[in-house]
């Protein structure tokens, strides 16, 4: 079973409750995803070792969690260049990497799904089911 791209921001929000799990009704509430999409990414993060599972009560393998976004997130979800088109800002472009980088002349990586006008080279598709709170931590994921 692969990991589906909303994976990563069920276990991101996961690392953001303190003690217990919420229901899954409230985590899908919290992500603006089907409280189906939730239940398959827990059970898709259990099997590759990303939560630790029911026994310990859901919580993220933050070790495995940190190795898998340094290293092999780039590999499970590769960047795709397309046309250039209209959307927001991610990855180097996008706070908090923005003020940190210096940007060169070419077409910056922008996320799909948006009524801005700004455009730059699309980079990712799955940015249009998130919510904006959560949009510095998946541009800084993307870099």
Avoid at 19 to 26: F, G, N
Avoid at 115 to 123: P, Q, S, V, Y
Wanted: aromatic residues 6%.
């Amino acid at each position: 079973m692969n990991l589906k791209p909303q994976d990563v921001l069920v276990v991101l929000k996961l690392c953001t409750y303190p003690d217990v799990r919420p229901p899954i009704s409230i985590i899908a509430s919290d992500l603006s995803l089907s409280p189906s999409e939730v239940h398959g990414a827990i059970g898709r993060l259990r099997k590759s070792r990303l939560l630790h599972g029911p026994s310990l009560k859901d919580r993220p393998n933050i070790a495995a969690l940190e190795e898998f976004l340094v290293h092999g997130l780039k590999y499970a979800f590769p960047a795709e260049h397309s046309e250039v088109s209209r959307g927001i800002p991610t990855s180097y472009a996008a706070e908090p990497l923005k003020s940190e980088v210096s940007m060169s002349n070419d077409l910056p990586p922008y996320g799909l799904g948006t009524r801005e006008t700004r455009g730059g080279w699309d980079l990712n598709r799955s940015i249009r089911v998130f919510r904006r709170q959560r949009y510095a931590i998946l541009s800084s994921i993307n870099s």
